[in-house]
């Protein structure tokens, strides 16, 4: 899914797998506000809300995160420059971390919460660096995408084929988790075999 706007909040992509789909509105509003220069990659946090047919590896978990601009060529036109990181997510499983969720919470759902590894923040506030740079440069056009992308992986518990799940992100601390998807079948978002690549049938036991 994506979502355009202008300014640094020229877009906000927060992918589920490779999925498309649709953001809520009252989401859209909320992300308005969303900001390179105010995001605090220490406060970011992604929650799942998934149904209990899926175990969800928190191992496997990572948030791509993109910037890009456009730059103008010597000779006239525009060329696109991107940087890019793959950062590892630690979950986190504290009642503080958790209480925020409490509202998506029941015997029908289970709810994680993860953080960007301690370990690859420097990677992130290194893009940002960068990035904040780019209007001192005479080549800059003014054009900016902000792309976020989460992937799942895990598996998927034999004999229940609910596989809907709910994403959030949340940007500072203190802030609200803003939902991306609400219910969406894991399905609808990839092809059938890499479906069961991704969450293939749990080992018994």
């Given at each position: 899914m994506r979502w355009r706007a202008t300014g640094w909040a020229a877009a906000l992509c927060a992918a589920l797998l490779a999925a498309c789909g649709s953001i809520p509105v009252s989401s859209l509003w909320k992300l308005r506000n969303l900001q390179l220069e105010t995001l605090d990659p220490a406060a970011l946090r992604a929650a799942v809300v998934h149904s209990p047919a899926l175990l969800v590896q928190g191992q496997s978990l990572m948030l791509s995160v993109s910037v890009s601009r456009k730059v103008r060529r010597p000779g006239g036109g525009t060329t696109t420059e991107t940087l890019a990181e793959k950062l590892p997510l630690q979950e986190l499983r504290t009642t503080a971390e958790r209480s925020a969720l409490v509202d998506y919470?029941?015997?029908?759902?289970?709810?994680?919460v993860w953080?960007?590894?301690?370990?690859?923040?420097p990677r992130l506030h290194a893009l940002r660096?960068?990035?904040?740079?780019?209007?001192k440069t005479p080549d800059d056009a003014g054009q900016r995408e902000l792309s976020l992308g989460l992937e799942l992986a895990?598996?998927?518990?034999?004999?229940?084929?609910?596989?809907?799940?709910?994403?959030?992100?949340?940007?500072?601390?203190?802030?609200?988790?803003i939902p991306i998807v609400r219910n969406l079948d894991l399905a609808e978002t990839m092809p059938p075999e890499e479906l069961k690549q991704r969450f293939p049938a749990c080992a018994p036991g």
């Open positions: 919470e029941s015997p029908r759902t289970v709810v994680q953080r960007i590894d301690p370990a690859a923040l660096t960068t990035a904040l740079g780019w209007k895990g598996c998927e518990k034999p004999g229940l084929q609910q596989r809907t799940v709910t994403t959030l992100l949340r940007f500072a601390d203190p802030g609200e988790y």
